[in-house]
């Protein structure tokens, strides 16, 4: 299974950004979706997931501002990031569980500017 993760770039803090990433491969069965983030320094963090049956996980530091989206029949997720602040900066890398084995994008580098 290959990830392809776009969308990211340089914005302006209270910005929008959208990211995307598609499965590719010997895909059966996805159990679940999700993006992680790592910023400079810092260790990789849960940013949302979503799972076959839709339900999704934030956690507080973009709660009501990210929204995850998985199209399984796409096997495509997609991050819709509004209201990015400079904490937000970082490498998104999405990730996908397929038939329990766990496979990572290569990250796309999103920056928000003050």
């Known amino acids: 299974v290959q990830l392809q993760a776009s969308g990211g770039g340089s914005v302006q803090a209270g910005g929008s950004r959208r990211l995307s990433c598609s499965a590719s491969?010997?895909?059966?069965?996805?159990?679940?979706m999700s993006w992680y983030r790592q910023a400079p320094g810092k260790q990789r963090e849960l940013v949302a997931s979503?799972?076959?049956?839709?339900?999704?996980n934030y956690p507080n530091s973009v709660k009501g501002r990210f929204t995850i989206s998985g199209d399984y029949a796409k096997n495509t997720v997609y991050l819709q990031m509004n209201s990015l602040k400079p904490e937000d900066t970082a490498v998104y890398f999405c990730?996908?569980?397929?038939?329990?084995?766990?496979?990572w994008g290569q990250g796309t580098l999103v920056t928000v500017s003050s």
């Open positions: 990730k996908v569980i397929e038939r329990g084995s766990v496979y």
């Open positions: 491969g010997s895909i059966f069965y996805m159990n679940a």
């Open positions: 979503v799972t076959r049956s839709g339900s999704t």
